[in-house]
């Protein structure tokens, strides 16, 4: 008997995550400066996470020299 397609294991994640985790999320909101560590891990604001498609160029974050 054959395996059907959608139970077999696949080579993992092969689509884009829509989702961050908190580490991600928190070094999101640390960038824009809108998080700091002693605001704590709870009630956390939400952030835009939109991958983009190879090849496509979103909106670029200021980068600072120091």
Do not use: C, I
């Amino acid at each position: 008997m054959t395996m059907d397609k959608s139970l077999k294991k696949g080579g993992g994640l092969v689509r884009a995550r829509n989702v961050l985790t908190r580490s991600e999320r928190l070094l999101l909101l640390q960038q824009d400066e809108r998080w700091k560590p002693v605001d704590g891990v709870f009630n956390l604001p939400k952030t835009k996470y939109r991958p983009l498609a190879p090849g496509q160029s979103g909106p670029k974050r200021p980068t600072t020299a120091e």
